[in-house]
């Protein structure tokens, strides 16, 4: 606990996390809409820490670093360091996981997690992010650690064509050929009467990513990657607004990124007890590539004059199929297929989603300024995971059904003071028909028949939450919120050894709730805007995965803890000066013989390292230049008998961003890891103790931009 106080004197003294909100979508008196929480809402009036990204700061993010973890870990506090891969597995938000969303509409997978769900669409369809720390169950099944939804943009009203085009290219600083990056994309739109129309395209071609030390990172053939690797996304939105109270629109969004097959990782040059990273060699690997392909599409309408409030539904589907490395993993072997140690296989996740979200809002009541937001979610989510080269299936079919009503009230008791709480109900139901897990599964190398089943829950959670603005621009908040998850189904199913087992019996599918209660700050004077939050984030039954020798990771249930101290901070120095940052500073523990009592640390595959993020800009009407920072600070990792399990060498990256505005477009230039700084990544150091894992990150690169808009 002393480096919590710590950290709270030091916030004094340090900048902390900056966005520029310059586009953010705002409200009539100018304050902040935030769209994340059902309903659009002032970001003043949220208990949480919350963190808008807007298209500027995404513009220059895309092009210091190009993966949406790194854009997230740079911008938002508690987000755990990207791995630079096309897996998000290892990162986490606030200890847990992140539930992402297109304008609302699920991404995440969580009855088979394959930790694939930060990239299913290109951020140039995207107009801002929202995040908002914190468990919370407003967005239904998922949200523990916090919600990350990505807006799109919305179609021009003015009648005329509107036209956007950008383009990139990217190299390492000693200017190879096999490590340039290309990206390019366009988007239009147009208002027709009562109709309109929004489109992109965008082509993203990665080639191989070198350390500081001009060597090539190794490609994670297995989980996948994304360098060696090609990116498309078309995305889609039409509406029609037969009145000025209605809306109906209907988006479309696919997206395919796929491993090239290029390279691969060389198996013999990693060595972690020597501090060598692992790199890669030229040539394909077996199998298949590794892929992301995602098709979502949603229909929503927007009645705000019905009933005498605003109602939205909204019907949507997600097709996700993620495809893995093979290898002759031990787990894939069978004798009845081919001889022990020959069978190469590889496996393919996939999820089909059917859901409805129908919320009815009701604002100022009376004239009371009390505000009443209810509805009603439906979720029919179908997932498996199949060996693609021998048609078994490692995980079976299963089917989880959610429906949920749910409640939310906003109560001004005095023009300072507003109370909020709500309710929400989750009824869920799991179907798993009978089945037989692989044979890899157990020593003897037979098959174990399943007996399937229909677990069911049943959940009431809570959130209520008072503000106090003690001045015009300066509040406090209090809150306790509950989210809710399922643990990872897909891999208990894939474990169970005991023949004839029933799914019916198994307490590890039982549901898990994290309990939020945080306490905060919110500041916004003038020149200067500011958030501070302490949280503590607690499940009796959470879920971590643990690692067996050969790498693959199985579900314990397990009492865990994580608190956390965070703060942000914007300061406008005048003459187009700002400076500002991000803190997060968290401690992780859990239960891990059962007893009761919080023994040991919770791991990095579960929770970040601590976190210093600063920048200092300046811009004019045609000149902007950008200075980050990203300091990670050093993290050891004790078990319950006191012994060293893990140990992260923090370190410091820098990263440049210039632009230069014309009248026919904007010129960019970007450096990322502007020292080319030699390091080992959080999840290379910490997440693994493989060999084969040892990954660097990124050395020095420059990014050349173009875009324009007509």
Request: net charge negative; glycine share 10%.
């Amino acid at each position: 606990m002393s480096r919590f106080l710590l950290s709270a004197a030091l916030i004094a003294i340090l900048p902390a996390a900056a966005h520029a909100q310059d586009t953010a979508q705002r409200g009539d008196d100018g304050s902040i809409i935030v769209t994340a929480m059902r309903a659009e809402k002032p970001l003043n009036s949220i208990p949480a820490l919350v963190t808008v990204i807007d298209e500027e700061e995404i513009d220059q993010q895309r092009l210091i670093a190009t993966d949406t973890s790194s854009l997230l870990a740079n911008l938002v506090p508690s987000f755990s360091p990207s791995r630079q891969k096309l897996s998000g597995f290892g990162e986490s938000f606030r200890g847990r996981d992140p539930l992402y969303l297109i304008d609302g509409v699920p991404q995440s997978n969580p009855l088979r997690n394959g930790s694939r769900d930060g990239y299913t669409i290109d951020l140039i369809a995207v107009e801002r992010v929202e995040v908002i720390n914190g468990a919370n169950a407003i967005q239904g099944l998922g949200a523990t650690g916090g919600i990350v939804n990505f807006v799109t943009r919305k179609p021009d009203r003015s009648g005329e064509w509107t036209v956007g085009i950008e383009t990139a290219v990217t190299a390492a600083d000693d200017f190879s050929d096999d490590g340039f990056e290309h990206r390019a994309g366009v988007y239009a739109s147009k208002r027709f009467g009562d109709f309109d129309f929004l489109g992109s395209a965008s082509y993203h071609k990665r080639g191989l990513f070198f350390d500081g030390h001009g060597r090539a990172i190794a490609v994670d053939a297995t989980q996948g990657d994304l360098a060696d690797s090609m990116q498309t996304n078309f995305f889609g939105k039409f509406g029609w607004e037969p009145t000025d109270d209605q809306r109906l629109q209907f988006t479309i969004n696919k997206f395919d990124l796929e491993g090239d097959g290029d390279w691969s990782t060389d198996p013999e040059s990693g060595d972690r007890a020597a501090g060598i990273p692992v790199t890669s060699q030229r040539g394909a690997p077996e199998g298949e590539p590794p892929l992301n392909d995602v098709l979502t599409m949603s229909l929503d309408y927007t009645h705000r004059a019905f009933l005498g409030g605003t109602f939205t539904g909204q019907l949507y589907r997600q097709d996700f199929k993620s495809t893995f490395g093979g290898d002759r993993f031990a787990i894939f072997q069978d004798p009845a297929i081919a001889p022990v140690g020959t069978l190469f296989d590889q496996s393919q996740n996939r999820s089909e989603k059917l859901g409805a979200r129908l919320t009815q809002r009701y604002t100022d009541i009376a004239g009371s300024g009390a505000d009443v937001i209810g509805g009603i979610d439906y979720l029919e989510d179908t997932t498996s995971q199949a060996l693609i080269h021998t048609g078994r299936f490692w995980v079976p079919e299963t089917t989880y059904e959610n429906i949920a009503p749910f409640i939310q009230l906003d109560l001004p008791l005095t023009d300072r003071l507003t109370l909020a709480g709500g309710l929400r109900w989750e009824n869920a139901i799991l179907k798993v028909d009978d089945y037989n897990s692989i044979a890899g599964n157990r020593p003897d190398l037979v098959e174990t028949p399943v007996i399937g089943g229909s677990p069911s829950f049943d959940e009431l959670l809570f959130n209520g939450s008072a503000i106090y603005e003690f001045l015009d621009g300066v509040s406090a908040y209090a809150s306790y919120s509950q989210g809710y998850t399922v643990p990872d189904v897909g891999r208990v199913l894939r474990a169970i050894k005991v023949p004839n087992t029933s799914v019916d019996d198994l307490l590890t599918l039982s549901p898990v709730i994290a309990d939020n209660y945080e306490a905060g700050l919110t500041v916004s004077q003038g020149f200067l805007t500011a958030q501070l939050a302490y949280f503590i984030s607690k499940s009796n039954q959470g879920s971590r995965l643990v690692a067996d020798a050969e790498g693959i990771f199985s579900v314990v249930r397990q009492k865990t803890r994580v608190e956390g101290l965070e703060a942000t901070l914007e300061a406008a120095l005048g003459s187009g000066f700002r400076v500002g940052g991000n803190l997060s500073v968290l401690k992780g523990e859990v239960d891990s013989d059962n007893d009761g009592r919080l023994d040991a640390d919770l791991d990095a595959i579960n929770i970040g390292p601590n976190r210093l993020n600063l920048y200092a800009g300046w811009s004019n009407d045609a000149l902007s230049f950008r200075l980050q920072s990203a300091t990670l600070f050093d993290r050891n990792f004790e078990n319950a008998a006191g012994l060293n399990t893990a140990n992260f060498e923090g370190y410091t990256l820098f990263d440049l961003h210039a632009g230069y505005r014309t009248d026919f477009g904007t010129l960019s230039f970007a450096v990322q890891n502007l020292a080319d700084k030699q390091y080992i990544t959080y999840f290379g150091q910490a997440g693994s103790t493989l060999d084969e894992d040892f990954f660097a990150g990124r050395g020095r690169t420059f990014t050349l931009g173009y875009s324009t808009e007509f």
